[in-house]
């Protein structure tokens, strides 16, 4: 069973990953600046290439989790559970950048997902694909 902690690490941000510098990529535009005049993207101008990308870090890091969580259950003290939970954290934000996305892009589709009802409809559907 996942906890409320892992959870959080699939649904938001800690602080210490917003604020890592991108010190091996040049700079990419978030699909924010590259969808003009609009405070979110529009889900029909996500390309199918950034859905798969989602759908690849998403995968990745839910299996992390799943794998590192009795890791993290069976930490004795606060500060080896922080350590756990700083790795887990390094090891996510590495394998969302395998995919080709920014951090800022994963939660902007991440954040998609779960207020779009057609584009979580979308995820979900590549979700079960990739399962299969």
Not at 17 to 30: F, G, K, M, R
Not at 39 to 59: H, L
Not at 112 to 120: K, R
């Amino acid at each position: 069973m996942v906890s409320a902690w892992a959870w959080g690490l699939l649904a938001i941000a800690p602080v210490s990953w917003a604020a890592q510098p991108n010190t091996n990529q040049e700079t990419t535009p978030t699909l924010e600046e590259t969808t003009p005049n609009r405070s979110s993207p529009d889900v029909n101008d996500i390309s199918s290439e950034k859905v798969s990308q989602f759908v690849q870090a998403y995968v990745q890091v839910i299996k992390l989790v799943e794998q590192r969580e009795g890791e993290l259950q069976s930490a004795e003290t606060e500060s080896e559970s922080l350590q756990v939970q700083q790795e887990i954290e390094a090891e996510a934000f590495e394998a969302i950048a395998s995919t080709g996305l920014t951090w800022q892009e994963y939660l902007q589709l991440l954040g998609l997902a779960n207020t779009d009802p057609e584009f979580g409809e979308r995820i979900a559907t590549q979700l079960q694909e990739a399962g299969s």
